[in-house]
């Protein structure tokens, strides 16, 4: 059975430029999660859905940043303009019971 | 604010040391507390811990909470270099599905 997927798996990209960050979690998984991950901060939830709705979304930065999660296998997180201080790895994580939940590889985000 | 707080932030040991790692944990409403595992990718599960003195283990990985100490501690015996890895613990609260994890254990494990 695959694990949850996210592509791409690295993004370099300029500032101000629009980047755009995707996730396929695990079949039959409800609620889908993603999270930042750095070396100051660790590891911060951003926003999670549940049967495609989002239901928490205070740890999203600020306006720059969007997600969305269209149907039941597939969601992305947009920020708009990048920063600099946007560089981090994003995890995507799906779970079938709220609170184990199963990660994705990362999407490794460096903003010059 | 919910707090995780894990100790050591690292630790260097030899193959076939018994480690043990611990997290702390003040939070509103705790539901769970959960341990992962990153190498250089993915955190990876390893254990969910909801009572109180019940050990959970998993070879030579085992892991104990203690709800009124509000704490728990992974323990690693006979460890490998395959053990090398940051050790995450996380605690679930409340009606919510959120984890707030803690910045990680990362141990190393040499020759």
């Known amino acids: 059975d695959a694990g949850v997927i996210q592509s791409p798996r690295h993004e370099v990209t300029e500032m101000g430029q629009e980047v755009t960050l995707r996730c396929k979690p695990i079949?039959?998984?409800?609620?889908l999660f993603w999270y930042r991950q750095t070396m100051m901060r660790g590891l911060e939830l951003l926003i999670y859905?549940?049967?495609?709705?989002?239901?928490?979304d205070s740890g999203m930065p600020e306006d720059r940043f969007s997600a969305k999660m269209p149907n039941a296998s597939f969601s992305t997180l947009k920020i708009q303009p990048s920063e600099p201080r946007d560089s981090a790895v994003y995890f995507c994580?799906?779970?079938?019971?709220?609170?184990?939940?199963?990660f994705g590889p990362g999407t490794r985000l460096t903003v010059l | 604010e919910d707090k995780v707080v894990q100790s050591p932030l690292s630790l260097v040991v030899h193959e076939g040391d018994t480690v043990t790692l611990n997290c702390s944990y003040e939070v509103t409403n705790f539901r769970s507390l959960l341990w992962y595992k990153q190498e250089k990718k993915a955190p990876t599960f390893l254990f969910m811990l909801t009572s109180s003195g019940i050990e959970k283990k998993s070879g030579r990985l085992s892991s104990i909470l203690d709800k009124k100490e509000l704490f728990s501690i992974l323990n690693i015996t006979a460890t490998q270099t395959g053990d090398s890895a940051v050790y995450l613990c996380?605690?679930?609260?409340?009606?919510?599905?959120?984890?707030?994890f803690g910045t990680g254990t990362r141990l190393q494990v040499t020759l």
């Open positions: 996380a605690v679930s609260t409340g009606t919510a599905s959120k984890l707030t």
């Open positions: 079949s039959g998984h409800d609620y």
């Open positions: 859905f549940n049967n495609n709705v989002p239901i928490d």
């Open positions: 994580a799906s779970s079938r019971d709220r609170v184990i939940q199963y």
